[in-house]
């Protein structure tokens, strides 16, 4: 699996964007990216994945470059209850997908 | 969607004992799901993928006669902390599902 860069930290303030982005710059053809948050005490939680092309779900949208190697995930009204560490990941997406590797992903802190 | 239980959600055991861990699949069919093994204030470390009728599969440094994994049913894969120490305090996490991105609620062993 392709390593995985993200900042250490974000704020956000309550009500805006939050934009948290990675790196993934080693990336291979077949692989996908991949969107987790874990709240504290709690297990992971699936957020969105894509290929290429953007997508967007209830809770957030993907972007990845061009070239994909980098991408960005937009919480587009941020509220506290999104303060979580965010991880990208980036995998083939087959059955034995669910083997992930987890870097030290993003601690998004919603303010007020 | 996926639903992946997992139980209990915390346990405390005295040192020397066993613990085991339950990671339950409510509405798929799991031939194949994972452990997690996450110390405080760190990412989440792949420990095994467990195969249901088969024999685990260990990551390296993972001692496979200590972390014991049983995935006899496609409902069900137990992982079972042997001897237990206070070394062993974790939070352990299963995953599972298409492509494997639902995880369990996770299980906070403290072992005193």
């Known amino acids: 699996d392709a390593k995985t860069t993200q900042p250490p930290s974000m704020d956000c303030a309550e009500g805006r964007a939050a934009n948290l982005p990675c790196n993934h710059s080693t990336i291979s053809g077949n692989e996908y990216v991949y969107w987790y948050r874990q709240i504290h005490s709690q297990g992971p939680q699936y957020i969105i994945h894509g290929l290429k092309n953007n997508e967007t779900n209830e809770m957030a949208s993907l972007i990845i470059t061009e070239d994909r190697k980098s991408s960005t995930l937009i919480l587009p009204h941020a509220t506290l209850r999104d303060t979580a560490v965010y991880y990208c990941?980036?995998?083939?997406?087959?059955?034995?997908?669910?083997?992930?590797?987890f870097g030290d992903g993003t601690t998004l802190t919603v303010k007020p | 969607g996926a639903v992946v239980s997992q139980h209990p959600s915390w346990v405390i055991c005295k040192s020397g004992t066993s613990v085991k861990i339950e990671c339950r699949s409510l509405?798929?069919?799991?031939?194949?799901m994972f452990w997690y093994r996450q110390f405080p204030k760190q990412s989440l470390m792949l420990m095994a993928t467990?195969?249901?009728?088969?024999?685990?599969?260990?990551e390296q440094g993972v001692e496979k006669d200590k972390f014991l994994i049983n995935h006899a049913s496609l409902t069900l894969s137990t992982l079972t902390v042997t001897s237990a120490h206070p070394e062993d305090s974790s939070f352990y996490i299963c995953s599972g599902g298409p492509y494997g991105y639902t995880f369990g609620s996770g299980t906070r062993l403290t072992v005193v």
């Open positions: 467990s195969n249901e009728g088969s024999k685990a599969t260990y």
């Open positions: 509405d798929f069919q799991a031939t194949t």
């Open positions: 990941i980036v995998r083939a997406d087959n059955t034995n997908a669910g083997k992930s590797t």
